[in-house]
């Protein structure tokens, strides 16, 4: 490699680096190894003090994977097989198909809180309590969680977290839950329940975000096919760009 692109690359991977180190404030485990971000407690945000939704800290979690896979470094390599750990926690198998929630199952929106007088025990003075949130993970969001998934089952050297068996059950969220097939054009839904309301029409184009577990499916492909818009939106978001690249590769 010619020495002025190395020196660009060195750069681009230590501003990575640099970029997550920010967050390390934010940075927690639980005491069976889940990784996670969360919001601090002062922050004047709605959950401040909770973690934040499954989909926001996988975000994280890509990078992580990613700079644990070409530096080496340990503490990326940890924290990613901490946030796989959070998520492979999170999906409940049943006959083969995995659901997992859009709030981490283990965190604070999850079950809820009372108010108790005490910001310490309520989480801050924004959000001093809230319900219970269990919501199934929406197929707009899930696209992060599949990216993540996928990037870190095929990441070499890093600790086995997902089996075959798990992704082919996420797998199967697709082509069992997440797509509507009962007595009319196949449709995705809004989220990865298997019972949730059908989606909206620019949801339909999310389809392409399951495509890279046609590995563990050959029925994905399919059902992109026939679900994805012969004219998708315009990409109005980054979300339409990545499923169009998708569709393209």
Same mark, same amino acid.
């Given at each position: 490699m010619p020495a002025s692109v190395r020196r660009r690359v060195d750069g681009y991977l230590d501003a990575a680096d640099r970029a997550l180190r920010v967050h390390d404030e934010q940075w927690g485990?639980?005491?069976d190894g889940r990784g996670f971000y969360r919001w601090l407690p002062d922050e004047p945000v709605? /959950?401040?003090g909770a973690e934040l939704p499954t989909n926001e800290f996988l975000a994280m979690g890509r990078t992580a994977v990613q700079l644990a896979v070409v530096t080496g470094d340990a503490r990326w390599r940890e924290r990613a097989a901490a946030m796989a750990r959070a998520l492979h926690g999170d999906l409940a198998v049943t006959d083969g198909v995995a659901v997992w929630p859009y709030w981490p199952g283990f965190g604070r929106v999850y079950?809820?809180?009372q108010a108790t007088g005490s910001p310490k025990t309520d989480g801050s003075d924004v959000r001093p309590s809230y319900r219970a949130v269990t919501v199934p993970e929406d197929v707009t969001?899930?696209?992060i969680d599949l990216? /993540?998934?996928c990037l870190y089952h095929g990441a070499p050297g890093l600790p086995e977290v997902f089996t075959r068996a798990g992704v082919r059950a996420v797998a199967d969220t697709f082509t069992r839950n997440a797509v509507e097939?009962?007595?009319r054009a196949p449709r995705l839904r809004h989220d990865v329940g298997g019972k949730g309301r059908r989606g909206t029409d620019?949801?339909?184009a999310y389809a392409a975000a399951w495509l890279p577990l046609r590995r563990w499916s050959r029925e994905v492909p399919r059902l992109v096919r026939v679900v994805q818009p012969s004219a998708p939106p315009l990409p109005l978001m980054g979300v339409d760009t990545y499923c169009a690249a998708l569709l393209a590769s």
């Open positions: 485990t639980t005491d709605s /959950f401040a079950h809820g809180w969001h899930a696209l990216d /993540f998934l097939r009962r007595g620019r949801e339909q």
